[in-house]
């Protein structure tokens, strides 16, 4: 990805940030916003730091096993997005935030 940076920019999705505020993130960002947002990110996301982050999100996702095994076998409907979504928030904050919020 560094080696190719002009691939990686610039995608061709049309964003109006005036509108939709939560739309100015990296996959929209073009030319430089992209490049320098991704400069501050790219510390982040080393080596070592992924290896950290692996143990916690494995954790998280034994729990999540066990919410939807519950869900199952009390015979409830199963709202995909909502659990998705709650997962996904809650490695969100174990990973950024240093957070455990599972509900």
Same mark, same amino acid.
């Given at each position: %990805?560094?080696?190719? #940076?002009?691939?990686?920019? /610039?995608?061709?999705?049309?964003?109006?940030?005036? !509108?939709?505020?939560?739309?100015?993130?990296?996959?929209?960002?073009?030319?430089?916003?992209?490049?320098?947002?991704?400069?501050?990110?790219?510390?982040?996301?080393?080596?070592?730091? %992924?290896?950290?982050? #692996?143990?916690?999100?494995? /954790?998280?996702?034994?729990?999540?096993?066990?919410? !939807?095994?519950?869900?199952?076998?009390?015979?409830?409907?199963?709202?995909?997005?909502?659990?998705?979504?709650?997962?996904?928030?809650?490695?969100?904050?174990?990973?950024?935030?240093?957070?455990?919020?599972?509900?």
């Amino acid at each position: %990805m560094t080696k190719r #940076f002009q691939y990686f920019t /610039d995608y061709g999705i049309y964003v109006n940030k005036e !509108i939709d505020l939560l739309s100015d993130h990296l996959l929209t960002l073009m030319g430089s916003a992209w490049k320098n947002m991704r400069s501050k990110f790219t510390p982040t996301f080393t080596s070592g730091r %992924m290896k950290m982050m #692996f143990n916690t999100v494995l /954790d998280c996702s034994k729990e999540y096993v066990i919410v !939807i095994n519950n869900i199952f076998q009390s015979h409830e409907a199963l709202d995909v997005k909502e659990v998705l979504g709650r997962l996904t928030t809650d490695k969100i904050g174990l990973c950024a935030l240093v957070l455990n919020a599972i509900v």
